[in-house]
């Protein structure tokens, strides 16, 4: 019965892996389609394998996620804590994604825990939940916005005495590579989350010691994530990449490259889960800002921030839910 339930959270943990992909495909790639500087398929397959590659490069986050956020029971309890984890995220993962709302499936996640833990009466490593998600959560998206304005005001006055059709084509060609380094980066960041709670679900299951990551856990978890992100994730793509600001290559390019620096800084450095599609949509926002403010449709920032602030207890609630549903079945 142990092995069994241990089989099925890492089944779940991997349906929440492709959700995570196809939810959040829009964050590798929507301003490269938006600019026309790939085609949608193209970026697909372009973003689809970075990510593959972008998950072998580092399991800091993944250690942080299994290991840092909740102190979940042994045996089969903390195995039903885990799946209504995963539960409450992918639930929260696709009512965002029906309404095209860009929000967090890291968050989702992190919520989905604390949620669960909570209605198990577990613990909940607070001290690593503010240092670790809420501090970057609200620093990310400060950083984000700021540092991608300063990148495209730095651009527009390098090329200010540029042939506007020339400097346009020449960026369309840049965004190839910056959105392969955002796609690298999603995949660094995404899949060690389902990296980590699969091995915390090995861990309570008695299967696994310690909070290193095996290689066959990164290359389920790395193949999940890349075929979500195949999948593709049109209704999200459609308001990172057109609603929010009208897209050119300079400024989608600028966009993409703060993104990618703020992911690779977080994962490397400080070992922190932080949100993709914050990143993204924050710088989106920053070099949108330096057109004109009228240029950003706030009204549509303004739904998806209230996503943002929803992701977290959302989630937990739908993760306490189902422990409330499945605890009394193996009690």
């Known amino acids: 019965m142990l092995l069994t339930t241990i ?3 890492i089944a779940v943990a991997l349906v929440f892996d492709y959700t995570n992909g196809f939810h959040d495909a829009a964050n590798a790639i929507a301003t490269s389609v938006a600019t026309r500087a790939l085609s949608p398929r193209t970026a697909l397959a372009m973003a689809a394998v970075m990510n ?3 998950a072998f490069l580092g399991t800091e986050v993944a250690s942080t996620v299994g290991s840092g956020i909740i102190d979940a029971p042994q045996g089969m309890p903390g195995l039903i804590v885990v799946l209504s984890a995963l539960i409450g995220a992918i639930v929260w993962n696709l009512i965002t994604w029906w309404f095209g709302l860009p929000s967090s499936s890291s968050h989702a996640l992190i919520g989905g825990l604390v949620g669960a833990a909570l209605a198990a009466s577990g613990g909940v490593q607070w001290n ?6 809420v501090i970057p959560m609200v620093l990310s998206p400060i950083v984000g916005f700021t540092l991608a304005a300063l990148v495209m005001l730095a651009l527009l006055w390098i090329f200010r ?4 059709r020339r400097l346009t084509a020449g960026f369309r060609h840049a965004q190839t590579v910056s ?25 309570v299951g008695g299967y696994h010691e310690g909070f290193d990551i095996p290689w066959w856990v990164v290359l389920i978890s790395a193949g999940a994530l890349s075929a979500g992100t195949y999948a593709g994730g049109w209704r999200i793509m459609r308001t990172l990449g057109r609603r929010i600001i009208d897209l050119d290559p300079p400024h989608g390019f600028a966009a993409e490259v703060t993104a990618s620096a703020v992911l690779y800084t977080t994962a490397f450095a400080f070992a922190a889960p932080i949100s993709t599609t914050q990143t993204i949509t924050s710088s989106i926002l920053g070099v949108g800002a ?3 403010l009228s240029a950003v449709r706030w009204g549509v920032a303004g739904n998806i921030l209230v996503a943002w602030v929803l992701t977290i207890p959302m989630a937990a609630l739908a993760a306490a839910l189902a422990f409330w549903a499945l605890h009394p079945l193996v009690a």
């Open 7 to 9: 089989v099925v959270v």
């Open 128 to 133: 690593g939940v503010v240092a670790k998600v």
């Open 179 to 203: 959105a392969a380094a955002m796609a690298l980066g999603h995949g660094l960041q995404d899949a060690q989350k389902t990296m980590g709670v699969i091995v915390l679900a090995l861990v």
């Open 290 to 292: 330096t057109k004109r």
């Open 161 to 164: 005495n540029g042939r506007p």
């Open 52 to 54: 593959l590659i972008g």
